[in-house]
């Protein structure tokens, strides 16, 4: 397992922040690295969705964490020729209100189960470009969300 985690405060209030990322259509406004998005089916925990990534591979997703509006979390596995089944990424949000700076603190989690000792280490190599895909997720969603 390789875990990645970065956080921001946002100064918007936690049902702003939360408006943006429980839809899974504004994934690709904020999510680095998220070309399209849509939902296949249901609403909230257990949701369906298709993501697709920048690099034209597609993750069928299914929202395993959902606590109304401070926590959204779903997992991948990716779909297709040679895709492996026993790889599989989860994401999480997890959103603090956080009163004396009148804004939210926002976790993006990443955590990675990749397919084999060989993925494990081509992971751990780029581990630096995650977190700066988590850093320019994070004030993607900063700007989105103080707009409004």
């Known amino acids: 397992m390789i875990l990645v985690e970065r956080s ?30 849509e939902v296949l089916s249901g609403e909230g925990f ?3 969705q298709l993501v697709q990534a ?41 959103l603090t209100p956080d009163e004396q700076e009148s804004g939210t603190v926002v976790r993006l989690i990443v955590v990675r189960w990749p397919a084999g000792p060989v993925k494990a280490a081509l992971l751990r190599l780029g581990l630096r470009r995650v977190g700066a ?11 989105l969300a103080a707009v409004g």
């Open 8 to 37: 921001a405060h946002v100064v918007a209030p936690v049902e702003a922040v939360w408006d943006v990322v429980q839809r899974a259509e504004q994934l690709p406004a904020w999510l680095a690295g998220v070309r399209a998005a």
């Open 46 to 48: 257990g949701r369906r």
């Open 54 to 94: 920048g690099r034209g591979a597609a993750h069928e997703a299914e929202v395993i964490a959902y606590q109304e509006p401070t926590l959204i979390g779903w997992r991948e596995r990716a779909k297709g020729a040679g895709a492996r089944a026993e790889a599989r990424t989860e994401i999480y949000v997890q």
């Open 133 to 143: 895909d988590l850093e320019d997720s994070l004030a993607r969603l900063t700007d």
